[in-house]
Protein backbone atom coordinates (compact mmCIF):
# COMPACT_ATOMS: atom_id res chain seq x y z
CA UNK A 1 0.00 0.00 0.00
CA UNK A 2 2.84 2.19 0.24
CA UNK A 3 3.40 2.15 -3.41
CA UNK A 4 -0.05 2.99 -3.87
CA UNK A 5 -0.32 6.04 -1.69
CA UNK A 6 2.82 7.27 -3.67
CA UNK A 7 0.42 7.19 -6.40
CA UNK A 8 -2.90 7.50 -5.28
CA UNK A 9 -4.85 9.99 -7.26
CA UNK A 10 -2.45 10.60 -10.33
CA UNK A 11 -4.35 11.20 -13.09
CA UNK A 12 -4.65 8.58 -16.25
CA UNK A 13 -2.64 9.56 -19.55
CA UNK A 14 -2.84 6.95 -22.14
CA UNK A 15 0.83 6.16 -22.97
CA UNK A 16 1.64 7.86 -19.62
CA UNK A 17 4.45 6.39 -17.26
CA UNK A 18 5.20 9.01 -14.94
CA UNK A 19 3.58 11.37 -11.89
CA UNK A 20 2.51 13.63 -14.35
CA UNK A 21 -0.07 11.19 -16.23
CA UNK A 22 0.38 6.88 -16.50
CA UNK A 23 -1.59 4.17 -17.82
CA UNK A 24 -2.41 1.50 -16.14
CA UNK A 25 -0.50 -1.04 -17.74
CA UNK A 26 2.67 1.31 -17.00
CA UNK A 27 1.16 1.53 -13.72
CA UNK A 28 1.26 -2.24 -12.95
CA UNK A 29 4.71 -2.80 -14.53
CA UNK A 30 6.13 -0.22 -11.90
CA UNK A 31 4.52 -1.87 -9.13
CA UNK A 32 6.12 -5.27 -10.22
CA UNK A 33 9.27 -3.48 -10.65
CA UNK A 34 9.82 -1.30 -7.46
CA UNK A 35 8.08 -4.11 -5.03
CA UNK A 36 9.39 -7.41 -6.46
CA UNK A 37 12.01 -6.61 -8.57
CA UNK A 38 10.56 -8.11 -11.89
CA UNK A 39 10.25 -7.06 -14.92
CA UNK A 40 6.90 -7.68 -17.04
CA UNK A 41 5.92 -6.80 -20.45
CA UNK A 42 4.80 -2.62 -20.55
CA UNK A 43 1.51 -3.16 -22.44
CA UNK A 44 -1.71 -5.00 -21.67
CA UNK A 45 -1.89 -6.59 -23.97
CA UNK A 46 1.43 -8.28 -23.61
CA UNK A 47 0.82 -8.33 -19.95
CA UNK A 48 -2.16 -10.89 -20.32
CA UNK A 49 0.14 -13.40 -22.20
CA UNK A 50 2.57 -14.01 -19.12
CA UNK A 51 1.91 -15.75 -15.72
CA UNK A 52 -0.56 -18.87 -15.06
CA UNK A 53 -4.26 -18.18 -15.56
CA UNK A 54 -5.53 -18.27 -12.02
CA UNK A 55 -9.66 -18.06 -11.39
CA UNK A 56 -11.69 -15.44 -9.89
CA UNK A 57 -12.31 -17.40 -7.13
CA UNK A 58 -8.75 -17.71 -6.42
CA UNK A 59 -7.11 -14.40 -6.61
CA UNK A 60 -4.05 -13.97 -4.43
CA UNK A 61 -2.68 -10.62 -3.73
CA UNK A 62 -0.45 -9.18 -6.08
CA UNK A 63 -2.49 -11.60 -9.14
CA UNK A 64 -2.82 -9.07 -12.37
CA UNK A 65 -6.44 -8.44 -13.04
CA UNK A 66 -7.62 -7.87 -16.77
CA UNK A 67 -10.88 -6.30 -17.77
CA UNK A 68 -12.48 -5.70 -21.56
CA UNK A 69 -13.72 -2.50 -20.74
CA UNK A 70 -14.66 -1.69 -24.65
CA UNK A 71 -14.63 -3.52 -27.84
CA UNK A 72 -11.04 -3.28 -28.45
CA UNK A 73 -10.02 -1.79 -25.19
CA UNK A 74 -8.48 -3.63 -22.19
CA UNK A 75 -7.58 -2.65 -18.54
CA UNK A 76 -5.30 -4.02 -15.90
CA UNK A 77 -5.01 -3.67 -12.22
CA UNK A 78 -3.47 -5.51 -9.20
CA UNK A 79 -5.42 -7.57 -6.98
CA UNK A 80 -4.70 -6.33 -3.05
CA UNK A 81 -6.98 -8.63 -1.27
CA UNK A 82 -10.76 -7.99 0.20
CA UNK A 83 -11.81 -7.89 -3.18
CA UNK A 84 -10.14 -5.37 -3.63
CA UNK A 85 -7.70 -4.07 -6.71
CA UNK A 86 -5.59 -0.96 -7.54
CA UNK A 87 -5.30 0.78 -10.94
CA UNK A 88 -4.26 3.75 -12.68
CA UNK A 89 -8.16 4.19 -14.31
CA UNK A 90 -9.66 7.30 -15.68
CA UNK A 91 -10.38 8.58 -12.79
CA UNK A 92 -6.79 8.38 -11.21
CA UNK A 93 -4.94 5.68 -9.52
CA UNK A 94 -6.99 4.33 -6.91
CA UNK A 95 -8.63 1.18 -5.37
CA UNK A 96 -11.87 -0.22 -6.88
CA UNK A 97 -14.28 -3.37 -5.91
CA UNK A 98 -14.00 -6.10 -8.23
CA UNK A 99 -17.83 -6.45 -7.88
CA UNK A 100 -18.63 -2.62 -8.74
CA UNK A 101 -20.99 -3.48 -11.78
CA UNK A 102 -18.72 -2.08 -14.45
CA UNK A 103 -15.76 -4.30 -14.04
CA UNK A 104 -17.57 -7.44 -12.72
CA UNK A 105 -19.03 -7.42 -15.91
CA UNK A 106 -16.02 -5.98 -17.87
CA UNK A 107 -13.86 -8.98 -15.90
CA UNK A 108 -11.91 -11.20 -18.64
CA UNK A 109 -9.57 -13.15 -16.89
CA UNK A 110 -6.60 -13.35 -13.94
CA UNK A 111 -2.53 -14.06 -13.85
CA UNK A 112 -0.35 -14.90 -11.66
CA UNK A 113 3.05 -14.32 -12.16
CA UNK A 114 4.66 -13.51 -8.30
CA UNK A 115 5.46 -17.47 -8.65
CA UNK A 116 7.30 -17.51 -11.68
CA UNK A 117 10.99 -18.65 -11.91
CA UNK A 118 13.70 -16.51 -12.74
CA UNK A 119 14.16 -17.88 -16.14
CA UNK A 120 10.65 -17.03 -16.82
CA UNK A 121 11.17 -13.38 -15.78
CA UNK A 122 14.23 -12.84 -17.77
CA UNK A 123 12.12 -14.16 -20.63
CA UNK A 124 9.92 -11.13 -20.26
CA UNK A 125 12.44 -8.40 -20.11
CA UNK A 126 11.87 -6.02 -22.60
CA UNK A 127 8.93 -7.43 -24.07
Known amino acids: MDFY ?38 TTRTQVKIGTTVKKSELELGDLIFFKTGRVDRHVGIYIGEGKFMHASIKGVKVTKLNKPFYKKAY ?18 GI
Open 5 to 42: NKWKGVKYKFGGDDRKGIDCSAFTQKVFKEKFDLDIPR
Open 108 to 125: WTSKRVIDQNPPYIASTT
